[in-house]
């Protein structure tokens, strides 16, 4: 359509007169006479009427996000670049084995890519699109999370390695006293670890390497989450359907909840004082209020709820529902069903861009990302309004998580 527009300076002055004059009549403007010899006659108010148009196509065609979606890919052994500017996928990078997780690096543009199976972590240059350093801990790893302070650190079955982030080298090395399914880290410099064989909690001082509280758990712990200002910890356990939840400084239990789910999945909103928790037993997301140490409630969210994600504004919470290839949108402050929406085969895991106007949603079997307009899902009136669903990119076998670069 711009093409068109622009090829000739002809059919510019011929838009140019339409709009002028289509403009003139909506107004009650007299109409304007031009002499029939100068066949390219335009009148200023007809250039600017149609510059107006031109701009305007330029901007609904400027819907992207000015960056880079790295996904990686299990299947494939590959992180998939996917320029969110386009909506294209821009590059796969091969690498030596199944990558688990990705993290932006708070330093350059460029993500880390867990590699589990091999111990190792990648550094990814988001200019280059090429992987610029790698560093092998020589343990397989389970999982891998960022410090406030931008250091990386990496969680195996019996250690907790801290990487410097500008440097991608090993720093540090905290031994533990188990074999470790999950971590999680404090603003304040503390890491909770979770033994499920053991049925221990440990709570580490990351400056020193000491483990301040051994905590006996009482259940198998699965997964363990810091209450936003690190003063709890929150320790889910699948074996019993439980929640509990543990003062940081004194390693004490404040309360101990039952779920209707196993707590496979959780995600928090943007202040913290909900924690959202999804897993087989109910298709529904169970609202956990952790500084009231109480659960509020209970609410549908379509079949075999999984991954979630939420944006800031507006408040939605997303929600992956694999077995039907759909994800279910829920407004937070009104609990209600904002929509439900099919996406691909198999959607696990869901992101929001940093600008908050779009959602990225993995499909684990489809090998693709489906891109979702969340403004649509208030704005759209009519069946001619644009859909939520954007486009759906192909990015590579079994997706499992993605991180967003934001490029100058």
Same mark, same amino acid.
């Given at each position: 359509?711009?093409?068109?527009?622009?090829?000739?300076?002809?059919?510019?002055?011929?838009?140019?007169?339409?709009?002028? %004059?289509?403009?003139?009549?909506?107004?009650?403007?007299?109409?304007?006479?031009?002499?029939?010899?100068?066949?390219?006659?335009?009148?200023?108010?007809?250039?600017?009427?149609?510059?107006?148009?031109?701009?305007?196509?330029?901007?609904?065609?400027?819907?992207?996000?000015?960056?880079?979606?790295?996904?990686?890919?299990?299947?494939?052994?590959?992180?998939?670049?996917?320029?969110?500017?386009?909506? =294209?996928?821009?590059?796969?990078?091969?690498?030596?084995?199944?990558?688990?997780?990705?993290?932006?690096?708070?330093?350059?543009?460029?993500?880390?890519?867990?590699?589990?199976?091999?111990?190792?972590?990648?550094?990814?240059?988001?200019?280059?699109?090429?992987?610029?350093?790698?560093?092998?801990?020589?343990?397989?790893?389970?999982?891998?999370?960022?410090?406030?302070?931008?250091?990386?650190?990496?969680? *195996?079955?019996?250690?907790?390695?801290?990487?410097?982030?500008?440097?991608?080298?090993?720093? %540090?090395?905290?031994?533990?006293?188990?074999?470790?399914?999950?971590?999680?880290?404090?603003?304040?410099?503390?890491?909770?670890?979770?033994?499920?064989?053991?049925?221990?909690?440990?709570?580490?001082?990351?400056?020193?390497?000491?483990?301040?509280?051994?905590?006996?758990?009482?259940?198998?712990?699965?997964?363990?989450?810091? %209450?936003?200002?690190?003063? %709890?910890?929150? =320790?889910?356990?699948?074996?019993?359907?439980?929640?509990?939840?543990?003062?940081?400084?004194?390693?004490?239990?404040?309360?101990?909840?039952?779920?209707?789910?196993?707590?496979?999945?959780?995600?928090?909103?943007?202040?913290?004082?909900?924690?959202?928790?999804?897993?087989?037993?109910?298709?529904?997301?169970?609202?956990?209020?952790?500084? *009231?140490?109480?659960?509020?409630?209970?609410?549908?969210?379509?079949?075999?709820?999984?991954?979630?994600?939420?944006?800031?504004?507006?408040?939605?919470?997303?929600?992956?529902?694999?077995?039907?290839?759909?994800?279910?949108?829920?407004?937070?402050?009104?609990?209600?069903?904002?929509?439900?929406?099919?996406?691909?085969?198999?959607?696990?895991?869901?992101?929001?861009?940093?600008?908050?106007?779009?959602?990225? =949603?993995?499909?684990?079997?489809?090998?693709?990302?489906?891109?979702?307009?969340?403004?649509?899902?208030?704005?759209?009136?009519?069946?001619?309004?644009?859909?939520?669903?954007?486009?759906?990119?192909?990015?590579?076998?079994?997706?499992?998580?993605?991180?967003?670069?934001?490029?100058?």
């Amino acid at each position: 359509m711009l093409a068109y527009f622009v090829s000739s300076p002809r059919s510019w002055i011929s838009l140019s007169r339409t709009v002028g %004059q289509a403009l003139r009549l909506r107004t009650g403007a007299p109409p304007v006479h031009r002499p029939q010899a100068g066949r390219l006659a335009f009148t200023r108010r007809d250039l600017l009427a149609g510059t107006a148009l031109l701009a305007a196509c330029a901007r609904r065609r400027s819907r992207g996000f000015p960056g880079y979606a790295f996904v990686a890919n299990a299947g494939a052994r590959t992180v998939a670049v996917v320029d969110l500017n386009a909506f =294209v996928l821009a590059r796969q990078i091969g690498l030596d084995s199944a990558p688990s997780a990705v993290l932006s690096n708070p330093l350059r543009p460029g993500v880390f890519v867990l590699l589990p199976e091999s111990g190792a972590v990648c550094e990814i240059d988001a200019e280059k699109l090429t992987v610029s350093r790698k560093v092998r801990l020589g343990n397989s790893a389970v999982a891998m999370r960022l410090a406030p302070d931008k250091s990386l650190w990496v969680l *195996q079955a019996r250690a907790l390695v801290r990487l410097e982030s500008n440097r991608l080298r090993a720093a %540090q090395t905290i031994p533990l006293p188990g074999a470790a399914v999950d971590f999680d880290l404090s603003a304040d410099g503390r890491a909770a670890v979770a033994f499920r064989a053991e049925r221990r909690l440990a709570l580490v001082r990351l400056r020193t390497g000491t483990v301040e509280h051994l905590i006996e758990a009482a259940c198998e712990p699965s997964l363990v989450r810091f %209450q936003g200002d690190g003063r %709890q910890v929150l =320790v889910a356990s699948r074996a019993d359907r439980s929640l509990t939840i543990f003062d940081t400084a004194s390693g004490r239990t404040a309360v101990r909840l039952p779920l209707p789910v196993e707590p496979a999945n959780c995600c928090f909103n943007s202040d913290g004082g909900q924690m959202f928790v999804t897993g087989p037993g109910m298709d529904a997301v169970v609202i956990v209020y952790p500084y *009231q140490t109480e659960i509020g409630e209970t609410i549908l969210a379509g079949r075999t709820p999984d991954g979630m994600a939420v944006s800031a504004s507006p408040q939605y919470l997303f929600v992956a529902n694999p077995e039907s290839g759909s994800i279910t949108v829920l407004d937070i402050e009104t609990r209600k069903l904002v929509g439900a929406l099919a996406v691909g085969q198999e959607p696990r895991h869901i992101l929001i861009t940093p600008d908050n106007r779009y959602a990225l =949603v993995l499909n684990w079997r489809s090998g693709n990302m489906a891109v979702i307009r969340i403004s649509a899902f208030t704005e759209r009136r009519h069946r001619t309004d644009p859909a939520p669903l954007f486009t759906i990119v192909p990015v590579g076998a079994q997706p499992v998580a993605a991180a967003v670069v934001e490029m100058a």
